[in-house]
């Protein structure tokens, strides 16, 4: 059992044959994930051959989703192109399409948010500007490095795609059921709800680690959530302690306005629905190891 994404999962990738493409392609085969084919109406028809695994190159999503059976796409398309291809992607009814790329206008964010939406939410985004998810052992759908963890009975939810691996490697020797990396733009698909539901009701995850940051109420309103509807265990971080008031800081989500997105005020929101709120990456760890040693 995982959240989102299986070792049945048939995944595509947009971009495919772009460098940086050709690159995460070749690392989630590795990893065994079932990609059965690529995106680029300019060369499609051909194949690319990585390491001996020939992939097909498709005109379309549908095209892809005609010939493979595809149920997941992962979009590495340059920015200026990325709303195209995500919208393409949500016209084609994929089940799941993971936008890896960063420095999508929040315009275009909102317009392809909203396009799934007119269309049903038959397609769940993850991201933009995010890692991707895995589930260790079954299959990986994005960038993060495949040989850092293990199977496990943790969930991870993440807005920092650096604090997912940090995350994943802390707690490499217990494991990970699924772990997914939200990204930190103001406007994105899946939130830190969508994946406390869906650990919540997944049987193989015994614990879960939520990763925030400064800016926005999120990690507030996944708190109001928490206190209302999870029964797991759930230790959390959020990253920004020691941000100086004002600053607008990395992701463009983490802006602060007055007391408001502070880290200290979603601690608190956090620790008032009984999570576990470390200082740091590895107190947080060391408070889900305690709580799974009982």
């Known amino acids: 059992m995982a959240i989102f994404l299986t070792k049945e999962s048939k995944v595509i990738v947009q971009g495919m044959t772009g460098a940086t493409g050709m690159k995460h392609t070749k690392l989630m085969l590795a990893d065994g994930t079932n990609i059965v084919g690529g995106v680029n109406p300019r060369k499609a028809g051909t194949t690319v051959d990585f390491d001996g695994t020939e992939v097909p190159v498709f005109g379309s999503v549908a095209e892809a989703i005609e010939k493979t059976g595809a149920d997941v796409t992962v979009i590495f398309v340059p920015p200026k192109f990325a709303k195209d291809a995500v919208v393409e992607a949500i016209d084609a009814e994929i089940g799941l399409a993971v936008v890896i790329t960063e420095g ?3 315009h275009d964010s909102a317009s392809f948010w909203a396009h799934a939406g007119a269309k049903g939410n038959k397609t769940r985004i993850i991201g933009p500007n995010c890692p991707g998810l895995i589930t260790p052992g079954q299959s990986n759908a994005g960038i993060i490095p ?3 963890t293990k199977p496990g009975r943790i969930g991870l939810v993440s807005k920092s795609g650096t604090l997912t691996y940090q995350m994943l490697y802390e707690l490499r020797d217990l494991g990970f059921s699924s772990a997914v990396g939200i990204g930190g733009d103001p406007i994105i698909g899946t939130t830190h709800i969508d994946a406390l539901a869906a650990f919540e009701a997944d049987a193989d995850t015994d614990l879960i680690v939520m990763i925030g ?18 029964t797991k265990p759930v230790v959390g971080y959020v990253a920004g302690f020691t941000a100086p008031e004002g600053k607008t800081m990395g992701h463009a989500g983490a802006i602060v306005s007055g007391s408001s997105g502070t880290a200290q005020a979603k601690k608190e929101a956090l620790e008032a629905a009984g999570v576990q709120v ?3 990456p590895s107190e947080t760890a060391r408070l889900a190891r305690a709580i799974l040693a009982g």
């Open 278 to 280: 470390g200082k740091t």
């Open 146 to 148: 495949g040989d850092i």
């Open 213 to 230: 940051e400064i800016g926005g109420d999120a990690e507030e309103r996944a708190a109001d959530y928490i206190k209302a509807h999870v």
């Open 104 to 106: 999508i206008t929040v």
